[in-house]
């Protein structure tokens, strides 16, 4: 078990829809990551959080959007869903934003979205 | 740019036999290096890591060396178990708060 839960474990839903997506990273941590995990193209990097912050993007798309509460946990808002879409969907936390440079994540077991 | 390219899978092996799963990286910079495990049904947890070259990071029979000079991180183990069927990722962890992952190499053990 390393921490970080994620809910919902699986998810089935419309095009055209839209999910929330919810992570709690571990007791103490400030940041956290999501990461999408299609067969066809692993493990992509889709934003990070620092402490309520925005502190990194990468390959997000514009129907995509996440914020992170002041009680650290985070939702991943995914709209006008397309069948694309449909991966697994992972939340990851660090003890640090910025710091210690040999920090590792701690990833949940991630939310298996299918679109229909 | 920064990247992580990870030898294409599966890779299947009978029980017992060596294992290596290469890995070379593109880095500005000196990054940490990492490999990851996801076990079926799991998320991914870290295996190993190695912070500086000529590192080696060590776990559950796994290693790998951080190479500057060839820019790679293999991971070996000497003798793989059924157990160790899993999907394998390497990663670079630059700018203490920037992660690259390779694509992931699935590994099938055979008894």
């Known amino acids: 078990d390393s921490g970080v839960t994620q809910t919902p474990k699986h998810l089935i839903t419309a095009t055209g829809q839209r999910v929330t997506l919810r992570c709690s990273p571990r007791?103490?941590?400030?940041?956290v990551y999501w990461y999408q995990q299609s067969l066809d193209q692993g493990l992509q990097f889709l934003i990070q959080y620092y402490n309520g912050e925005e502190r990194a993007k990468g390959n997000i798309l514009e129907r995509f959007s996440a914020q992170q509460f002041p009680d650290l946990h985070s939702e991943l808002n995914l709209s006008s869903l397309e069948l694309g879409d449909s991966a697994l969907y992972f939340c990851?936390?660090?003890?640090?934003?910025?710091?210690?440079?040999?920090?590792?994540?701690?990833f949940g077991e991630g939310s298996r979205l299918t679109v229909l | 740019g920064n990247s992580v390219t990870q030898m294409e899978g599966p890779v299947t092996l009978s029980e017992e036999a060596f294992l290596t799963i290469n890995c070379t990286y593109t880095a500005t910079g000196y990054p940490s290096l990492f490999w990851y495990v996801q076990y079926p049904g799991e998320g991914l947890q870290l295996l190993l890591k190695a912070t500086k070259a000529d590192d080696k990071g060590s776990n559950k029979g796994f290693e790998a060396t951080y190479r500057k000079e060839t820019t790679s991180f293999h991971l070996e183990k000497g003798s793989v178990q059924v157990s160790d069927s899993a999907v394998y990722f390497c990663a670079l962890q630059y700018n203490f708060n920037k992660f690259y992952f390779g694509s992931g190499t699935k590994l099938n053990v055979k008894p």
């Open positions: 990851a936390s660090s003890p640090r934003g910025s710091g210690e440079p040999t920090g590792e994540l701690f």
């Open positions: 007791s103490g941590d400030l940041s």
